[in-house]
């Protein structure tokens, strides 16, 4: 198991660009071509890894179904935590993409329990790398509620940067070379603002979800 260090950048577009052009600068290069990245996010009926992440609770995890492009032979279940060490994630195949879609397709968490096909998040990713960081750009990001059969694709106007980095990383270093602010960007969060209906969930978090 291999910890690593994750940092992320709210951007706009303009910012995407003013920020892509001074890395480049620094020696930023691509790493590999763009991929469109499709990802099926689980949760419970209450929402517990959403709450979970909206209140910064550690350890937490994530649990998707992800593919890269049109591919959908390359399909990969992946968990993902989050520990007071850091985070990590665990990949197993995925066999069946058309089950993702069905109404009543659910799997078992051994600590959550029943868990349902939420949230459907599509975005176009950048690969990147400069010294000894991992850089990736997502833009064109798109949610959709998967328990509506007449859901939209919601569409997410702003960008986010993500940089990986091993665990003795200095918090400066990468500072000192993005230049912008760090900032919270969980894309299923933002997925559930999008596109959910959460007025069942206890009070507190309601009054998050507009602030």
Not at 124 to 153: A, C, M, P, V, W
Request: glycine share 2%; hydrophobic share 30%; charged share 30%.
């Amino acid at each position: 198991m291999s910890f690593r260090k994750e940092k992320k950048y709210k951007l706009t577009y303009s910012d995407q660009k003013i920020l892509k052009k001074n890395l480049f600068d620094k020696g930023m290069k691509f790493l590999h071509p763009k991929r469109e990245v499709n990802s099926v996010y689980f949760d419970t009926n209450n929402f517990d890894f959403y709450q979970n992440s909206e209140e910064g609770v550690l350890p937490r995890k994530k649990i998707r179904v992800r593919w890269y492009n049109k591919d959908q032979l390359k399909i990969l279940k992946e968990i993902k935590i989050s520990s007071i060490e850091g985070r990590y994630k665990i990949n197993e195949p995925f066999l069946d993409i058309d089950i993702l879609f069905e109404n009543n397709y659910q799997i078992i968490d051994n600590q959550f329990g029943i868990l349902k096909p939420q949230t459907m998040i599509t975005y176009n990713r950048e690969y990147f790398t400069l010294d000894n960081l991992r850089l990736t750009f997502d833009f064109d990001i798109y949610y959709k509620n998967l328990s509506s059969l007449n859901s939209s694709n919601f569409h997410d106007n702003e960008c986010v940067l993500e940089i990986k980095a091993n665990q003795e990383t200095n918090d400066d270093y990468i500072e000192k070379i993005i230049g912008f602010p760090t900032s919270r960007f969980s894309k299923y969060s933002r997925s559930i603002l999008f596109t959910k209906d959460l007025s069942y969930i206890p009070q507190y978090l309601n009054t998050r979800l507009y602030e």
